[in-house]
């Protein structure tokens, strides 16, 4: 199943997003890593069937979704998912989009 991956930048220079949705004028995405966890005792990533990015290395979604403005992402381009592995990315970035609409509720407060 194909699907937009942008490049999100951060401290360490940026990592692969896929993204799942927009919601105004942010992106709801779910950031890839080559790594089993998430630092040196961190969560365990959630292993994919196959890379995205088509290149045949063992690929890790995060368990955590990201929202973030449109204009902190680059490098567009396009990838491929299974539908096992995009179904996963949905969950994960519906929490965060959840997540994101409970503090904003809040703020409105």
Not at 62 to 67: A, M
């Given at each position: 199943?194909?699907?937009?991956?942008?490049?999100?930048?951060?401290?360490?220079?940026?990592?692969?997003?896929?993204?799942?949705?927009?919601?105004?004028?942010?992106?709801?995405?779910?950031?890839?890593?080559?790594?089993?966890?998430?630092?040196?005792?961190?969560?365990?990533?959630?292993?994919?069937?196959?890379?995205?990015?088509?290149?045949?290395?063992?690929?890790?979604?995060?368990?955590?979704?990201?929202?973030?403005?449109?204009?902190e992402y680059?490098?567009?381009?396009?990838?491929?998912?299974?539908?096992?592995?995009?179904?996963?990315?949905?969950i994960y970035?519906?929490?965060?989009?959840?997540?994101?609409?409970?503090?904003?509720?809040?703020?409105?407060?």
């Amino acid at each position: 199943m194909p699907v937009t991956i942008k490049k999100h930048s951060d401290k360490n220079g940026g990592h692969p997003h896929i993204i799942v949705e927009d919601i105004e004028d942010k992106h709801v995405s779910v950031g890839l890593s080559t790594q089993k966890r998430k630092g040196k005792k961190g969560g365990m990533n959630y292993a994919m069937e196959k890379s995205p990015l088509n290149d045949g290395k063992n690929s890790y979604m995060r368990r955590q979704g990201t929202v973030a403005p449109k204009k902190e992402y680059s490098e567009k381009r396009t990838g491929s998912m299974t539908p096992k592995d995009y179904e996963q990315a949905k969950i994960y970035a519906e929490r965060a989009k959840q997540k994101y609409l409970a503090e904003k509720k809040n703020k409105k407060k």
